[in-house]
């Protein structure tokens, strides 16, 4: 079945750019009508939707983020990619991939990646 | 803040059922999905659509719907139910959004 797996730096400098990947395993990221979807979680704190791309590259994002965020996909890799600039600590989160299915308007996210703590330190 | 509101915690004695509850107006035109969060654990899909349940998860896992309101049902509440539960579904602008998340402890 299909995987997702986090990958990406755990340490970043306040004002830089956050980075991260996620692998697809078990699937191509092309096939099928998926949403690849970036979603975090501050320590005991709720899900925050991040932003999400669609297999044509459309992407979609959330308004309290748009002008920090962007999400890419590599094909070829079967991968796909967060950048999040000028980050605060404010942005020190648990980051989770998800694969987001949308049929006749209703949503879910599954699978989801295991999740990667990215700390914003200097 | 968060388009969908749930109840910070709840609790539920061991066997019995526990209904856990999202509130939202995108809850009148879509249904909710619901995701279960242990501590350390990325979430995990329970109920999604009408209600319907992905392989593996148990059937004591229920949702429904009723206007505003979509919930998340377990009867017969086990220890290992005891986690965090989010809601999510659609904001004001169409984009995916999580509800704040339900405490429950299984007592």
């Known amino acids: 079945q299909v995987q997702l797996q986090e990958s990406g730096p755990g340490l970043v400098k306040p004002s830089q750019t956050l980075s991260l990947t996620c692998t697809v395993s078990?699937?191509?990221?092309?096939?099928?009508?998926?949403?690849w979807s970036w979603i975090r979680q501050p320590a005991g704190k709720g899900l925050e939707w991040i932003g999400r791309?669609?297999?044509?590259?459309?992407?979609n994002y959330n308004p309290s983020l748009k002008s920090r965020v962007t999400i890419s996909v590599d094909t070829s890799k079967n991968q796909f990619s967060l950048k999040l600039s000028s980050v605060t600590a404010a942005d020190t989160a648990v980051y989770y991939c998800a694969r987001e299915t949308m049929v006749r308007g209703e949503n879910w996210f599954d699978p989801w990646g295991q999740g990667t703590l990215v700390t914003v330190s200097s | 803040s968060s388009e969908l509101t749930q109840d910070p915690a709840v609790s539920v004695a061991l066997g019995q059922t526990v209904r856990i509850t999202c509130q939202g107006d995108s809850l009148r035109s879509y249904y909710a999905s619901w995701y279960q969060q242990k501590p350390g654990q990325a979430p995990v899909l329970v109920i999604y659509?009408?209600?319907n349940r992905p392989s593996g998860i148990p059937d004591r896992f229920s949702g429904s719907s009723s206007g505003n309101t979509a919930s998340l049902t377990i009867t017969g509440a086990q220890a290992e139910d005891e986690a965090d539960y989010y809601c999510?579904?659609?904001?004001?602008?169409?984009?995916?959004?999580f509800g704040g998340g339900t405490k429950l402890t299984v007592l």
């Open positions: 078990g699937g191509s990221i092309s096939s099928g009508s998926y949403y």
């Open positions: 999510n579904s659609r904001d004001s602008s169409g984009n995916p959004s």
């Open positions: 791309i669609y297999t044509s590259g459309s992407t």
């Open positions: 659509g009408k209600n």
